[in-house]
């Protein structure tokens, strides 16, 4: 700004987007909160597009032509900036030493000084991979004598379990039995033509050279004809198992997945030519010295799966098996170790992802640990960054939205009175986690040192570190299983992801503290920003209780029913309409493919239900506050500035490889179609832009759920 004097008058000029404005209005704000969101708003848009016709364009079509995707990524957002901010701030906390750390922070800083130790892991190059594959009995394919049958009735029994039972998992009393994750994102991957077929080449590129390098590591000659043979073999049985799993498509569907039985009823089911069933599964809690008896229940998630497994079983030799199952720990390590294993994964993360580059070193380390060591870099990042006040203003939000979403059940005339009321108990028992758990901020409590009390980490043995982690976690998880239930999770919940908000079936939100930030959040920012960023948020992770999934979960979590009949039926018929609506969508970037209208269902759910609920929290906000000032520079009102903050949350692009990965793995839509299928169902955004019936966004049928 600047300052005109004149006499008898003074003149003040804004300078904005190379133009100088009169001051300003008494009724735009000029803060420079106010002046910076403005601007960063203004950069994102594309005014040269009509918000009718397409408003994810309109919103983020300037952010779209500014931002250019990075070598090391598949794909570039607003959520992914602001998570390279947190890393940055975490890589600055990881270096900087301090006498006062307490125990857990030490530990955290020693993982990741190990995995920065690049030098050492360079010198170490294969050592700690042929160890690890020694304890577990070998890689035939890496071996020297190719004609060894391999394998005791111990070592076929163990192959079998690790290619039957890949996920084997406790929750809260019982045993969960579910078919295996892939070596590839999905099943499609094995079968599909395109550029599912050139990964699939890739991989078995991969495949082959890691044999390789194992070969190489024991002085072996190459014999690649055998080498290529066996690997050929081992994705054969990788493609037999994909073809025995479910798509996504067909799990959906909890309660009908959800097969509690006895062990001695599983083993009566799923014989599977006599393998020992009981016997597997206390082998898995035998660690943990539990012991389940055959009378005791387990929970299948798999049975469709199980049952194809005799003829998968029947066609590969144990040879093949212990191969399978040796190159799924080898692939998983890859990243622990030199630059040579990195250099033979190259060329499938190419074809996956679209990707030329690493990632610095030092990122990977932060997310390593990071996602380790989830309360302790927690405690270390909020120590750093966080504002105690935000803490307290995102609850009232989440207050306000709980209040919003109730009185919308009011709207649903395919509701009946009596699923309502359960709705309302429901929605008002989400309890709420923001910014971090008390007690890992307080040095006279030793609960955060104490969770890794068990772990002793060396800065020259990353690899084995990160081994003690993984027995650790499944210790912890093991354990459960004769732990009492804490019906409090609050004393510790879990930080996968600083950044990531989820909604978890025991109905508690939990709002790590790095998404507190613009554009989601800021004190000093507009609330019509506020509700439109972190209140969507939360209106999403609201209505996740009563997705096609969360609406099987009652008000403490538990399964169960408790819709009528009739309201029952009313939900699949409005959730269908918009199987239908996000069916339609085609994504040219994923080679013309459609949105999965199913597999989306429950995010399309929560997108739709969440912006409206953060809508009328909002309206009622400016009914009892009045209208906010507007923003320099923009013609907006405050219900426009509300969907535009929505809309640039979800700004991004992707690389066409990693587009063809999420449009069968993953559970969202893609970032324009969160933004155009939500608005195009909401009224209120065709009242606030004036867009005409019959335009894109405004079209004749509009679906509802919440």
């Known amino acids: 700004c600047f300052l005109l004097k004149v006499p008898l008058i003074s003149i003040h000029c804004v300078m904005f987007s190379g133009q100088q404005y009169r001051s300003a209005p008494s009724n735009v704000c000029t803060t420079p909160e106010c002046v910076t969101a403005a601007a960063r708003l203004l950069q994102n848009m594309d005014?040269?597009?009509?918000?009718?016709?397409?408003?994810?364009?309109?919103?983020?079509?300037?952010?779209?032509?500014?931002?250019?995707?990075?070598?090391?990524?598949?794909?570039?957002?607003?959520?992914?900036?602001?998570?390279?901010?947190?890393?940055?701030?975490?890589?600055?906390?990881?270096?900087?030493?301090?006498?006062?750390?307490?125990?857990?922070?030490?530990?955290?800083?020693?993982?990741?000084?190990?995995?920065?130790?690049?030098?050492?892991?360079?010198?170490?190059?294969?050592?700690?991979?042929m160890r690890l594959i020694d304890s577990i009995g070998d890689w035939p394919v890496a071996s020297e004598d190719w004609n060894s049958a391999t394998g005791t009735d111990h070592t076929h029994t163990h192959t079998l379990d690790s290619v039957l039972n890949t996920q084997c998992f406790i929750c809260q009393s019982s045993p969960i039995i579910d078919q295996p994750g892939?070596?590839?994102?999905?099943?499609?991957?094995?079968?599909?033509?395109?550029?599912?077929?050139?990964?699939?080449?890739?991989?078995?590129?991969?495949?082959?050279?890691?044999?390789?390098?194992?070969?190489?590591?024991?002085?072996?000659?190459?014999?690649?004809?055998?080498?290529?043979?066996?690997?050929?073999?081992?994705?054969?049985?990788e493609t037999d198992i994909a073809n025995a799993t479910s798509p996504a498509e067909e799990r959906q569907d909890v309660t009908i997945l959800y097969n509690k039985m006895t062990l001695s009823k599983l083993q009566e089911s799923f014989n599977l030519n006599g393998f020992n069933w009981t016997r597997f599964v206390r082998g898995v809690l035998s660690s943990v010295a539990v012991d389940l008896?055959?009378?005791?229940?387990?929970?299948?998630?798999?049975?469709?799966?199980?049952?194809?497994?005799?003829?998968?079983?029947?066609?590969?030799?144990?040879?093949?098996?212990?191969?399978?199952?040796?190159?799924?720990?080898?692939?998983?390590?890859?990243?622990?170790?030199?630059?040579?294993?990195?250099?033979?994964?190259?060329?499938?993360?190419?074809?996956?992802y679209g990707t030329t580059v690493e990632e610095a070193r030092w990122r990977d380390c932060v997310r390593y640990v990071q996602g380790s060591m989830e309360n302790a870099v927690g405690a270390l990042y909020v120590r750093e960054t966080f504002a105690g006040e935000s803490k307290r203003m995102v609850s009232d939000l989440i207050s306000k939205i709980q209040e919003a979403y109730v009185e919308t059940l009011e709207e649903?005339?395919?509701?009946?009175?009596?699923?309502?009321?359960?709705?309302?108990?429901?929605?008002?028992?989400?309890?709420?986690?923001?910014?971090?758990p008390d007690h890992i901020l307080e040095e006279s409590n030793l609960k955060l040192d104490q969770e890794y009390a068990h772990l002793n980490f060396s800065e020259e043995s990353y690899f084995e570190n990160i081994l003690e982690n993984l027995q650790a976690e499944?210790?912890?998880?093991?354990?459960?299983?004769?732990?009492?239930?804490?019906?409090?999770?609050?004393?510790?919940?879990?930080?996968?992801?600083?950044?990531?908000?989820?909604?978890?079936?025991?109905?508690f939100l939990v709002f790590p503290a790095g998404i507190l930030q613009p554009p989601f959040f800021s004190k000093?920012?507009?609330?019509?920003?506020?509700?439109?960023?972190?209140?969507?948020?939360?209106?999403?992770?609201?209505?996740?209780?009563?997705?096609?999934?969360?609406?099987?979960?009652?008000?403490?979590?538990?399964?169960?029913?408790?819709?009528?009949?009739?309201?029952?039926?009313?939900?699949?018929?409005?959730?269908?309409c918009m199987v239908q609506q996000y069916g339609n969508f085609n994504w040219k970037l994923a080679g013309g493919q459609n949105v999965s209208g199913i597999s989306t269902l429950?995010?399309?759910?929560?997108?739709?239900?969440?912006?409206?609920?953060?809508?009328k929290a909002y309206m009622k906000w400016v009914e009892r506050e009045g209208e906010e000032l507007r923003l320099p520079g923009l013609d907006?009102?405050?219900?426009?500035?509300?969907?535009?903050?929505?809309?640039?949350?979800?700004?991004?692009?992707?690389?066409?490889?990693?587009?063809?990965?999420?449009?069968?793995?993953d559970s969202h839509s893609p970032l324009e179609y969160r933004v155009l299928g939500s608005l195009q169902n909401f009224g209120a955004f065709s009242d606030a832009f004036q867009c005409k019936p019959g335009t894109p966004m405004n079209p004749e049928i509009k679906c509802r759920v919440w």
């Open 412 to 436: 649903l005339n395919w509701m009946d009175d009596q699923s309502k009321e359960k709705a309302r108990e429901k929605a008002m028992a989400i309890k709420e986690h923001i910014g971090y």
């Open 182 to 237: 892939l070596g590839m994102p999905s099943r499609d991957y094995y079968f599909n033509d395109g550029n599912y077929k050139r990964v699939r080449e890739a991989y078995l590129q991969f495949m082959v050279s890691m044999a390789r390098i194992a070969r190489e590591a024991r002085n072996l000659t190459q014999e690649d004809d055998r080498v290529v043979e066996e690997m050929v073999q081992v994705l054969d049985l």
């Open 47 to 129: 005014a040269t597009v009509e918000a009718c016709q397409n408003f994810y364009q309109y919103a983020c079509g300037g952010w779209l032509e500014r931002h250019v995707i990075p070598e090391t990524s598949s794909r570039h957002s607003v959520f992914d900036i602001l998570r390279d901010k947190l890393e940055i701030v975490l890589k600055g906390v990881f270096e900087t030493e301090s006498d006062q750390d307490r125990d857990a922070f030490k530990k955290a800083k020693t993982l990741y000084s190990s995995c920065m130790n690049e030098t050492l892991i360079e010198q170490l190059d294969s050592k700690p991979l």
């Open 636 to 665: 907006m009102d405050h219900k426009q500035l509300f969907f535009l903050n929505f809309a640039q949350v979800w700004c991004g692009a992707y690389r066409p490889e990693y587009a063809s990965q999420c449009i069968k793995t």
């Open 474 to 507: 499944a210790h912890k998880t093991l354990k459960k299983l004769r732990e009492p239930v804490d019906p409090d999770i609050r004393s510790m919940f879990i930080w996968p992801d600083l950044f990531l908000v989820r909604f978890s079936l025991s109905l």
């Open 293 to 352: 008896q055959r009378e005791e229940e387990v929970v299948v998630y798999s049975s469709p799966y199980l049952e194809k497994m005799n003829d998968v079983l029947s066609k590969h030799t144990v040879r093949t098996l212990q191969n399978y199952l040796t190159w799924q720990l080898v692939m998983e390590r890859v990243s622990s170790l030199s630059r040579r294993f990195k250099d033979a994964r190259a060329h499938y993360r190419k074809a996956l």
């Open 524 to 576: 000093q920012q507009l609330q019509a920003l506020n509700f439109g960023g972190i209140g969507m948020v939360i209106g999403h992770e609201i209505t996740h209780g009563f997705d096609d999934n969360g609406r099987n979960f009652d008000k403490d979590g538990n399964m169960l029913n408790w819709w009528s009949n009739y309201s029952a039926e009313r939900f699949k018929d409005q959730s269908q």
């Open 602 to 615: 429950g995010e399309n759910i929560a997108d739709n239900g969440g912006v409206r609920q953060a809508y």
